[in-house]
C-alpha cells in the first residue's frame, strides 16, 4: 500500500505531508530553519540532511522527507545555515564561503536537541552525498548522542582536482593561511564546484574529510552505520566502493541507480531506508 501512496506522492496526485516550517535560534545569533512532521509514538524520528550547499527542498531529501513522514516518522529536515541567518536558498559556487563542517555539527547538535524535547525515542540521521558527510563529522565530534543509527546515501567526499598527494599539499597551504591569519579567499575546483570562492578556515574543514578519513570512521564510530550507493554514480572516485564494502558497515547498492536515486531506483531507496529504521 505504501507504494502506492508514494507513487502518487512522486507524480504530484496526492495531498503533501504536512510539513510545518519550523526556526532555531543559535548561539551565534543566526536563525536556522527546518521542515518538521510529528509522527505516531512508538516510532523512531529521522533527521534527514542535504547535500553541500543545498536545502531541505532538493529533490532527494525532500522525497525522503514527504514518503517516511507519510510512513508515520517523526522527521526533520534542517536547513544549515552556511553562516546565512534563515537560509531559504541554495548557495552559489561563487560566492565567498565562511562556513566550516565544524560549524555544521554544532548547528546539527542543536536541532537533535530541539528534536530530543518533542520526541523521546530513537533517532536516526540520514544524509545525501556530503550531507552524509557532514553527519559522520557530527557523529564524530559527539560521540556520546542518542543516534540509534546512521543512512548515508551516496556519501562522496569533497573531491578537489588534485589526486590525494595534491589534497595534501593543498590542505598543508590552506592551514599555512590560517597560521598567519590570512582569511583572503581562495578559489578552487571543489565537490560539484568548478569555482569554489572560500576562506582558508571553510575550505579545509571539508577538505580534511577526505575517503581515508570517511573510511576511519566507518571504522571506529559506534553507532551503526548503513551506505546506500548506486552502481552508476559518477561522481565517486574510482573503487569508492569497493572500499566502503570493506568496512563493518553494511552497504547496500542500488543497480543502476545515479548519484541522485531519481526514477523507478527511488521505491528501492525508499524500501531500503524503512528496513533500516524497521529495527530501531
Not at 530553519?33 to 531529501?61: C, E, M, S, W
Not at 517516511?68 to 552556511?82: D, M, R, S, W
Request: proline share 5%; net charge neutral.
Amino acid at each position: 500500500m505504501w507504494r502506492f501512496c508514494v507513487l502518487l506522492l512522486f507524480m504530484g496526485m496526492s495531498v503533501s505531508a504536512s510539513a510545518t516550517p519550523v526556526t532555531l535560534p543559535l548561539d551565534n545569533g543566526l536563525t536556522a530553519r527546518a521542515n518538521f512532521a510529528p509522527g505516531r509514538p512508538g516510532k523512531p524520528a529521522v533527521l534527514l540532511l542535504h547535500g553541500y550547499l543545498q536545502t531541505h527542498d532538493f529533490p532527494t531529501i525532500h522525497r525522503m522527507f514527504e514518503a517516511l513522514a507519510g510512513e508515520g516518522y517523526t522527521v526533520l529536515a534542517p536547513n544549515l545555515t552556511l553562516n546565512v541567518t534563515h537560509r531559504r536558498q541554495s548557495l552559489a559556487c561563487e560566492a565567498i564561503h565562511t562556513h566550516t563542517i565544524q560549524g555544521d555539527s554544532r548547528e546539527i547538535s542543536a536541532w537533535l536537541h530541539w528534536l530530543g524535547a518533542r520526541h523521546r525515542g530513537p533517532v536516526a540521521l540520514i544524509g545525501h552525498s556530503m550531507g552524509s558527510v557532514g553527519l559522520l563529522a557530527y557523529l564524530e565530534a559527539y560521540p556520546r548522542g542518542r543516534v540509534g543509527k546512521f543512512i548515508g546515501i551516496s556519501i562522496v567526499e569533497g573531491r578537489l582536482k588534485h589526486d590525494e598527494s595534491g589534497r595534501q599539499d593543498k590542505l598543508a597551504e590552506m592551514r599555512d593561511r590560517m597560521a598567519q591569519n590570512n582569511r583572503q579567499p581562495v578559489t578552487e575546483q571543489f565537490s560539484f564546484c568548478q569555482k569554489l570562492t572560500a576562506t582558508p578556515e571553510s575550505l579545509a574543514s571539508y577538505m580534511q574529510w577526505s575517503p581515508e578519513h570517511i573510511l576511519k570512521a566507518a571504522h571506529k564510530l559506534a553507532v551503526p552505520i548503513v551506505f546506500i550507493m548506486g552502481s552508476r554514480d559518477d561522481r565517486l572516485g574510482p573503487g569508492w566502493t569497493d572500499r566502503l564494502l570493506k568496512t563493518p558497515a553494511r552497504v547496500h547498492v542500488v543497480q543502476g541507480a545515479n548519484h541522485f536515486m531519481d526514477g523507478e531506483h527511488e521505491f528501492e531507496l525508499l524500501d531500503l531506508v524503512l528496513k533500516e529504521l524497521a529495527d530501531l
